[in-house]
């Protein structure tokens, strides 16, 4: 079973429309971290945000924001008033602290922003 | 600092052949990784490391072998490539466990 599964393969928005990235995952243990990544055209994988499970406080970065919902097991991220270089690949991932193989990486949502 | 240094960027492999891509980084990060991406499967772990000397398989270590001599240093090899290790792969390195994970550019490989 996916640990962290986004629903979302690709999605379009115009240039300055609000959009949000759905991250679901699936954890027994009560101590977790959750990850996004962006992957831009140039291929390389960008952290954007580290948030542990003891933290469900929403977290605001410029136009960037994140909802991490404990009780429907999601951290959804949201652009608002997105632009064209916000175009990229992102990944939400899960790390769970006993096991040393690191991260689940959900499948990726590909936005597409239209100038 | 440099960060993360994979070498090569392209490479395009006959079936059959092995290769060894380089790893490197320069941020004394004890945990270091393999991941190969393809097209609607996210990134998979190939195999990692949580210090020199101590390596193990990932999900989908097939094929491939590792080595941690140096803290620094995380070669991956393909032993005899075959065209479904077609792939971007990428390495990335960690400080430690559940921390954030800096990667490489990747390597494009393609097995013809």
């Known amino acids: 079973a996916q640990k962290v599964t986004q629903a979302q393969t690709e999605i379009s928005v115009v240039e300055k429309e609000d959009v949000t990235l759905d991250c679901v995952y699936e954890?027994?243990?009560?101590?977790?971290?959750l990850f996004w990544y962006k992957q831009p055209p140039s291929g390389e994988l960008v952290f954007l945000i580290r948030?542990?499970?003891?933290?469900?406080q929403n977290e605001i970065s410029g136009r960037y924001s994140w909802n991490f919902q404990k009780s429907t097991s999601s951290f959804n991220f949201t652009i608002t008033a997105s632009q064209v270089v916000d175009s990229a690949v992102y990944f939400c991932?899960?790390?769970?602290?006993?096991?040393?193989?690191?991260?689940?990486f959900g499948t990726g949502t590909s936005l597409t922003v239209i100038p | 600092n440099a960060g993360v240094t994979q070498t090569p960027k392209f490479q395009v492999l006959k079936t059959g052949q092995s290769m060894t891509l380089q790893c490197a980084q320069d941020?004394?990060?004890?945990?270091m990784s393999w991941y190969r991406q393809d097209p609607g499967m996210g990134l998979r772990l190939i195999h990692y490391?949580?210090?020199?000397?101590?390596?193990d398989q990932g999900e989908v270590p097939n094929g491939y072998n590792v080595s941690r001599s140096t803290t620094e240093d995380f070669p991956l090899r393909l032993l005899s490539a075959a065209p479904s290790q077609t792939s971007v792969y990428f390495c990335?390195?960690?400080?430690?466990?559940?921390?954030?994970?800096?990667f490489g550019q990747g390597t494009r490989l393609t097995v013809v």
């Open positions: 990335a390195s960690s400080y430690e466990l559940n921390t954030e994970a800096f």
């Open positions: 954890t027994r243990d009560t101590t977790y971290y």
């Open positions: 948030r542990n499970s003891f933290d469900e």
């Open positions: 991932a899960l790390s769970e602290p006993f096991r040393r193989d690191q991260f689940y």
């Open positions: 941020m004394n990060h004890e945990y």
């Open positions: 490391s949580v210090g020199a000397g101590i390596t």
